[in-house]
């Protein structure tokens, strides 16, 4: 993270639709579609957490959207559908605080497991997933397209700690 910035993560409403579609047009994939993003900050069960960077500029804090992860509580389950930071901004950790929020909010509304899917090449994803303690329990076999690729089933375990919940609502 960089001086002079103040780093917030809350939950993404119908305002941040917008920059979550430049965010995940950026990622290089098959992006979100705008009724996905939309679909996915409406609603109790499912939220995209913002990792966001506020910096002061003459007009006031001037607001960049840094990171986005999506995803649903499913009874005492938490699915990770996709976790994204910008590309400009990748190898500051930005991936790592958003993954522990996410993880943190979802504990204290009674997840007690996470899972996600993972592109097997996918060299980052999977050692910033293997450092907050997920697993693999399997494997699909051509999951991905373009290009082709297996998905990794990665899971781990989640506990509520003492204290508040943060500060995603």
Known sequence: MRAAELVVCE?????DLRDLQALESEAGRTPWSPPQLRAAVSGDAQAVLLLSAYRRCAQGPE????AACAVQLVADELEIH???????RR?????RALLVATLSWAAHRGAQQAHLEVRAGNGPALALYGAAGFRQTGRRRGYYRQPEEDALLLARGLEAGPGKPGSIP
């Open 82 to 88: 996709d976790l994204t930071v910008r590309q400009s």
């Open 63 to 66: 607001r960049e959207l840094l």
């Open 91 to 95: 190898r500051e950790g930005l991936g």
């Open 11 to 15: 939950r993404a409403g119908e305002n």
